[in-house]
Antibody, heavy 121, light 107 residues
């Protein structure tokens, strides 16, 4: 059974940093691309970033480019999102999601339960 | 970025009703379109991918159709477990974008 478990969310001041983690199990983690998707309270879904399985190439939404960094550790079956220069508009539940393939752009076939990030003074 | 527009935003329906949700893309995404179901406080769940392929384990009352810029999600006979919010998502470009969601409520 595929399981994705996010952690690391919490309350942070504007301009601060936070690192999210996602522990994956139930599939060969190194074979699949992984994404982060966020959802502001009461709002829709916004794709944030993807890291591919092969070569680890990355892509970002314009709204987080230059502030967020996605990475993965295939030896630990772990996905990360380093978030710097946080803004109030980054407040959201952040979901870790598995892509259906290793590279390219695909549907998100499994999602974690999410971790809440609140940016406020 | 490709904009995705869903209609309606809210839909009131009864158990047994046929429900149709529409998703329009601002430019062609070929068939790179997925549908997700999200219940309150839960993560989204993949229902349909590549516009019309049913994800494993999803009931056959769900179906998807369309291509290029016009897509539909149909629930043939609404069940109590189907009251939720539904999102479309294009993945024709790396900057995947979601529709704003359609909330299916009990009439």
């Amino acid at each position: 059974e595929v399981q994705l478990l996010e952690s690391g969310g919490g309350l942070v001041q504007p301009g601060g940093s936070l690192r999210l983690s996602c522990a994956a199990s139930g599939f060969t983690f190194s074979d699949y691309a992984m994404s982060w998707v966020r959802q502001a309270p009461g709002k829709g879904l916004e794709w944030v970033s993807v890291v591919h399985s092969v070569g680890g190439s990355t892509k970002y939404a314009d709204s987080v480019k230059g502030r967020f960094t996605i990475s993965r550790d295939n030896s630990k079956n772990a996905l990360y999102l380093q978030m710097n220069s946080l803004r109030a508009e980054d407040t959201a539940v952040y979901y870790c999601a598995k892509e259906a393939r290793g590279s390219g752009t695909w549907e998100l076939d499994y999602w974690g339960q999410g971790t809440l990030v609140t940016v406020s003074s | 970025d490709i904009q995705m527009t869903q209609s309606p935003s809210t839909l009131s329906a009864s158990v047994g009703d046929r429900v149709i949700i529409t998703c329009r893309a601002s430019q062609s995404v070929s068939s790179w379109l997925a549908w997700y179901q999200q219940k309150a406080g839960k993560a989204p769940k993949l229902l349909i991918y590549q516009a019309s392929t049913l994800q494993s384990g999803v009931p056959s009352r769900f179906s998807g159709s369309g291509s290029e810029t016009e897509f539909t999600l149909t629930i043939s006979s609404l069940q109590p477990d189907d009251f939720a919010t539904y999102f479309c998502q294009q993945y024709g470009t790396y900057s995947r974008t979601f529709g704003q969601g359609t909330k299916v409520e009990i009439k």
